[in-house]
């Protein structure tokens, strides 16, 4: 079989397998919500509203089926791209939710993962090429470190020391309330006001993204420098980079020109578990500084039991996470020939 007869078939089965991914992850939510404790009702009208009440807003919500009913309504939807309606914000679309608080999040997790692979890629190398050095001990430290760090409290010693005790830096949210947020076509702020070059709200904007966008980037970037300082130390023991030395090519072009080309391709396939990583820790992150996007809305979801928009932006986040990975591992069998299919 041909390489590009092979690719086909793979992307092939990676596409078939895609749907049966989202229905096990959509199964697996609408279980476990529905398995944890609490009632979307209680949340609506509270614990001493009447039953009689209670009853009827069950029977109005849909609550009061059968549970495979509910998951086999719930599926139908899906199959129509209806995300559904929120049970707690008035009727609102999941959509519609999404829509406004999803451009917060990309923005967040585009900075994160940019910081992420520059600070990782960084430290990676730095530590593979002065390998046995104090300068190893520090990448292998710092990848440890940073890896086993937890997310949410991170967040608050950047916010107890840059925030509360020096105040270089604000506590939370993503824009001043007292002022208009830049208006644009793509929801991210600095994007938007880059591109109608509306210079102070950039950098207010970027002031506010500075705090979030730089824990989750720390913790993040640790991923990347392992994976970084284990495959270069090894390439640059490959038997080509040998043969390079030997012909007398400078060691920083031996350095950017084979070793890291080589290094960078495991660094692809784990882009892929980076971004759903990065997906989770945006809802800490969110959370931790008030960051008005959709995990931030997600954990409000989910505190109160609001069913419908709990699953709508956990499918939306599996797609994403479906969809990227599936880019990353076609394109990584697509650079690199020693893969088989």
Request: charge should be neutral.
């Amino acid at each position: 079989m041909s390489r590009l007869r092979a690719l086909q078939a793979y992307i092939l089965v990676r596409l078939l397998l895609a749907p049966l991914m989202l229905l096990t992850i959509v199964t697996i939510v609408f279980l476990l919500l529905r398995a944890t404790p609490g009632d979307p009702v209680d949340a609506i009208l509270g614990p001493r509203a009447p039953v009689a009440v209670k009853e009827a807003l069950r029977e109005q919500l849909g609550l009061a089926a059968p549970l495979w009913e509910q998951y086999f309504k719930y599926l139908g939807q899906l199959l129509h791209l209806n995300l559904g309606t929120s049970l707690t914000s008035q009727g609102e679309p999941v959509v519609s939710i999404i829509q406004a608080h999803f451009p917060a999040t990309a923005e967040l997790a585009l900075y994160s993962l940019g910081l992420a692979f520059l600070l990782g890629i960084g430290v990676g190398t730095v530590a593979a090429v002065n390998r046995n050095s104090i300068w190893d001990v520090g990448g292998r430290l710092f990848g440890i470190v940073t890896y086993a760090l937890p997310l949410f409290w991170l967040g608050m010693l950047l916010q107890l020391v840059f925030a509360v005790e020096l105040r270089w830096l604000p506590l939370g949210t993503r824009y001043p309330v007292t002022l208009p947020p830049p208006q644009g076509w793509t929801g991210l702020y600095t994007i938007d006001s880059l591109l109608s070059g509306q210079w102070q709200e950039l950098g207010i904007s970027i002031y506010y993204l500075i705090l979030p966008a730089l824990s989750l980037g720390i913790v993040l970037s640790g991923i990347f420098e392992r994976i970084v300082r284990v495959n270069l130390q090894q390439t640059l023991q490959a038997d080509y980079v040998e043969a390079a030395r030997a012909r007398g090519i400078p060691e920083i072009k031996i350095l950017f020109n084979h070793a890291l080309k080589n290094a960078f391709i495991p660094v692809i396939t784990v882009l892929g578990l980076t971004f759903a990583s990065l997906l989770g820790g945006a809802v800490l992150t969110e959370v931790t500084f008030s960051w008005p996007g959709l995990g931030n809305r997600l954990y409000e979801a989910i505190s109160l039991r609001d069913y419908a928009t709990v699953q709508g932006i956990m499918v939306f986040f599996a797609v994403i996470v479906v969809v990227v990975s599936l880019m990353i591992d076609i394109c990584n069998a697509w650079i690199d020939p020693r893969i088989r299919y």
